[in-house]
């Protein structure tokens, strides 16, 4: 079937091309709902590529770069026990080879500095293996920089979801319970809101719950999947972020707009907070740190370091609510108190909007 469509066969190709229109549509469906997810690409995916593949096969043939071994065309990558199988015995093409022809074509239209794949760790092998040979075969420049942005699994209690054994969990299903429980917490904590309110925070939450749960991990362990965690309002989640969030613009609302004058509270030392109580002089500068954590987690392609961040800053705000009473506050306290509320607010909301994960003006 696969060589019949490579060959251009119109009943196979008819086919395929109503595959592909209906999994579009389930996807961009999916891809609505999740928000933040902007697609710009060949409709075509890999098939877009091939018209080029044709021209990748030959290139590596008369550079000497590949050879045949048992009817199949390979490549030998230095280092590596397996070869790159870019032609199988029976003609037809490989990822291998549909991969070649899209890092050729990107790197010859677009120019880019640097290409991040995002593909689970099991596929270490094959992009070591497909980028080295794109380099002997001058496909990329030496400056343009190919990272496999690797990432672990979605695991059950009882190891990996497999479609094989019947247990793989539907993402547009995990979408519907994860927002049906955000329901019931909603119903819990607020029974007074109106139904469209409730759907729309439980919307929200349970989306939001699903992301963060994902993100806050380190991309390259694998995840054990835990519906308790994702939803806990005692940390580490979305909606113990959100509701953080919530906490302290509920506060702002009842005094209005308040700057964060950081620069303020800078001693000659050159350390933030500097004549606050010890414990406000931390949470202040860990304010100050989040750009120094977007840098560090855009260097190491590393999310889980913003959630991490976001939720240390979250506990830190917790007891800081707890002992310093804002609105009771007088004078400098008032003021200085209202600012750290208003910087924490404002570092929740730009955190999470960079995780995918919307606010909350109540919960």
Not at 39 to 63: C, N, R, S, W
Not at 327 to 339: H, S, V, Y
Request: hydrophobic share 40%; glycine share 8%.
């Amino acid at each position: 079937m696969f060589r019949r469509l490579e060959e251009g066969d119109p009943a196979v190709r008819t086919l395929w091309s109503q595959l592909v229109e209906i999994s579009l549509q389930e996807m961009f469906g999916i891809f609505d709902r999740l928000g933040g997810v902007t697609l710009d690409y060949p409709k075509d995916g890999e098939a877009f590529y091939q018209p080029y593949l044709g021209e990748v096969i030959a290139e590596a043939k008369e550079q000497g770069v590949a050879r045949q071994s048992d009817g199949a065309l390979i490549i030998e990558v230095p280092g590596e026990e397996t070869p790159l199988l870019l032609l199988k015995s029976n003609g037809t093409t490989t990822y291998a080879t549909r991969d070649l022809a899209q890092v050729r074509y990107r790197a010859q239209t677009f120019h880019p500095a640097k290409i991040l794949y995002c593909v689970a760790n099991e596929q270490a092998l094959h992009f070591r293996q497909y980028h080295a040979a794109a380099r002997r075969l001058g496909f990329v420049p030496d400056s343009l920089e190919l990272v496999h942005v690797k990432f672990g699994l979605m695991r059950g209690a009882e190891g990996k979801l497999s479609t094989r054994r019947g247990t793989s969990i539907f993402l547009q299903d995990v979408m519907d319970e994860a927002v049906r429980r955000a329901r019931e917490v909603v119903e819990a904590k607020n029974p007074e809101l109106s139904d469209r309110e409730k759907t729309e925070i439980a919307e929200v939450v349970g989306i939001g719950a699903l992301k963060y749960f994902d993100l806050s991990h380190d991309r390259r362990h694998d995840i054990v999947f835990d519906w308790d965690r994702m939803l806990s309002l005692k940390g580490d989640s979305a909606p113990y972020l959100q509701y953080s969030y919530v906490r302290a613009v509920q506060i702002l609302a009842k005094v209005g707009t308040v700057n964060f004058p950081l620069d303020k509270w800078k001693g000659e030392s050159g350390r933030f907070g500097v004549g606050l109580p010890e414990d406000v002089q931390r949470l202040v500068r860990e304010l100050a740190r989040f750009p120094l954590v977007l840098e560090r987690a855009a260097a190491d392609y590393t999310p889980h370091t913003i959630a991490q961040y976001l939720n240390d800053l979250a506990g830190q705000f917790s007891q800081f609510y707890e002992c310093y009473p804002v609105l009771k506050a007088e004078g400098e306290d008032r003021a200085i108190r209202l600012a750290i509320v208003a910087g924490v607010a404002n570092v929740l909301r730009r955190g999470l909007d960079l995780l995918g994960i919307k606010v909350l003006e109540r919960m």
